[in-house]
């Protein structure tokens, strides 16, 4: 690990900054509109799951141009770069991290819907009989009943964040130090022909996703064992 180059710490550092921030952020907006896509009985709640899960099927190019648009001089970041010369959101860490955010919803937004609707309604209406607020019965009964969707979900948008390549190339470029991160490097490597540096990126990468797989499935099976 010692013959590891600045570069490439510098890009692993990268990576799991914005998996984070990505996360986190994921878990705070994604709450509530899983909880309404569970609770809900409105007829355009499908539509609007249909939104949340379009990543999982449009081209992450598709996507990520969308996105460079959006953030980009004649978007939200020309908006932005009006009010005090601030920059655009395109090629920057920020705007990274908003693509990821777009780009991972559905994978943390699923798991926690999913945790809400296999509670039922019995336990929120159990709380109501003692008298407790609806946000009070959020906080005290749904969450903690949900917390195997919230878990699955920070593991797959941590994950997933992690991995992505065609959105973040997208709307990030290639900035050392700045939107250069794991899959990118692989990328820029590959280019350069630098097998070496690759090989050790992409290898990383694979056990990554092995740690991920074989955690997701050893709390599927304790989720089991604990049962509803």
Known sequence: ??????????????????????????????????????????????????????????PPTVLGFYLLVALGPNGLGGV????????????????????????????????????????????????????????????????????????????LGFAHTVGEFGVVLMIGGNIPGETKVLSVAIYDFVETLRWREANILAGGMVVFAFVVILSMIALEKRMRRLGP
Do not use: D
Not at 31 to 49: D, F, H, M, N
Not at 99 to 117: D, H, M, T, W
């Open 1 to 58: 690990m010692a013959a590891l180059s600045p570069e490439i710490w510098t890009s692993v550092r990268l990576t799991i900054e914005l998996a984070a921030v990505t996360t986190a952020i994921l878990l705070v907006i994604g709450t509530p509109i899983a909880w309404w896509l569970a609770r809900s009985k409105a007829w355009w709640r499908e539509a609007v799951a249909a939104i949340v899960a379009l990543p999982l099927v449009l």
């Open 80 to 155: 932005l770069s009006s009010f005090g010369g601030l920059r655009t959101l395109a090629f920057t860490f920020e705007g990274l991290v908003i693509g990821s955010v777009v780009y991972s919803l559905p994978f943390v937004v699923q798991p926690i819907r999913n945790a809400f609707e296999a509670m039922g309604e019995r336990p929120m209406e159990v709380a109501a009989t003692l008298r407790a607020s609806p946000l009070r019965s959020f906080w005290t009964v749904a969450l903690p009943m949900a917390r195997p969707g919230f878990l699955t979900g920070a593991v």
